[in-house]
């Protein structure tokens, strides 16, 4: 017997969830325009929670269905395969769950609880403009607060769970829960969130800085980045994680594959780990162009790059939030 993951979700199950979700539910929605790489296809279902209620209540009911559940965040870390997103509905919080809340202060401490959904610029705007200090490190980085824990985004020697005091997640039952980030196994871009769990939002801990500090140490790791790293060009960042004592960046660059290219897809010569894309690029020109790269890194050094991208699409099950066990 097939299972739901293997078959794209139908007409019918669209036409239930729209009229319980009226207005929250989307056909067909480009991918590519929701990925700062700016390839691949589309969702054939695309959900939008107006809020953590109807989010939980969505979750239990896409459950009931059968129907896999893949959470987008800014989509700044993955790709998109050219098929799309058939058999999965893709779930995003950006649109609607992006509160942030007044922070608690106290012992000059400051406590901060952020919706998954909030971009990681407003929040550093909205911390910045306060004096809530510790977030600096992140300036320049796209996507969403829930997408920088899943990832652990990190830079200028710091990481995300860092700043980390607990994250709410919810499950494929609708229920929500408090991880402590003690208990989340996270580390190098990888933020331990358990598998089958959706980060609804978190709470930070920051320190009280004046906002002329936070600004001027912003600015300092805006330049760093724009003359590092391709700026203003679709990119979905790093491509592959830095190994151990060394960085992916110079293995490739050392390789002889900067500037090399499949289709509209380019190593790009500032940054060896970066792939940037040009109008017309697809997704199967940018994993033709990792394939050559993490093959030509492997002859030269006896080294297999690990990817820090993640691949969105059918073929691509790892990153679906509910499992086919757990729909069986
Ligand atoms: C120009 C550029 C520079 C970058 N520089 C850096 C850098 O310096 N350091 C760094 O670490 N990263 C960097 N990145 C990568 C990216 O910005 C980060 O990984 C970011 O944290 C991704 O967040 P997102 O919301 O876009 O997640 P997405 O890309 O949307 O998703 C990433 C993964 O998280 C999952 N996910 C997203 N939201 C949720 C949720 N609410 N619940 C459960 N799972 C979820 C997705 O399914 C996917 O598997 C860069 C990217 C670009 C384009």
């Known amino acids: ?39 691949g296809g589309t969702a054939r279902l695309y959900l939008v929670p107006m809020d953590v209620g109807v989010l939980q209540r969505l979750l239990h009911r896409l459950r009931d269905l059968a129907v896999p559940v893949l959470p987008l965040g800014g989509g700044a870390n993955v790709v998109v395969a050219d098929s799309g997103v058939t058999r999965a509905a893709v779930i995003s919080l950006v649109e609607h769950i992006h509160d942030i809340d007044e922070p608690t202060i106290s012992n000059n401490r400051v ?15 909205f911390c910045q ?30 990481e995300f769970s860092d700043v980390l005091l607990k994250v709410i997640t919810c499950d494929g039952q609708g229920n929500l829960q408090s991880w402590a980030r003690e208990q989340l196994n996270s580390g190098y871009r990888r933020g331990g969130i358990p598998l089958g769990q959706l980060v609804v939002g978190l709470e930070l801990q920051l320190k009280p800085v004046s906002p002329e500090k936070i600004e ?64 017309g690029a697809t997704a199967a020109d940018v994993f033709a162009l990792i394939a050559r790269v993490k093959e030509q890194v492997r002859e030269s050094f006896s080294l297999v790059l690990e990817e820090e991208i993640i691949r969105l699409g059918d073929e691509y099950l790892s990153a679906w939030v509910v499992g086919e066990e757990e729909l069986l």
């Open 1 to 39: 017997m097939l299972t739901n993951r293997q078959i794209p979700i139908s007409e019918e199950i669209i036409r239930i969830l729209d009229r319980e979700f009226n207005g929250q539910v989307r056909k067909n929605v480009s991918l590519a325009d929701r990925t700062t790489i700016r390839v």
């Open 111 to 125: 406590k901060v609880d952020v919706d998954s959904g909030v971009r990681l610029s407003s929040l550093l705007q």
């Open 129 to 158: 403009e306060r004096g809530y200090g510790g977030l600096e490190f992140l300036t320049g980085i796209p996507g969403s607060a829930g997408g920088a824990v899943v990832m652990n985004a990190g830079a200028f020697g710091r």
């Open 216 to 279: 001027k140490q912003m600015t300092e790791y805006r330049q760093i980045r724009r003359q590092k790293q391709p700026y203003g060009v679709p990119s979905a960042g790093s491509v592959f994680k830095n190994p151990p004592g060394d960085y992916a960046g110079r293995l490739i660059e050392a390789a002889g594959c900067s500037g090399w290219r499949c289709g509209r897809a380019q190593v790009s010569r500032k940054h060896a780990n970066f792939i940037t894309t040009e109008p």
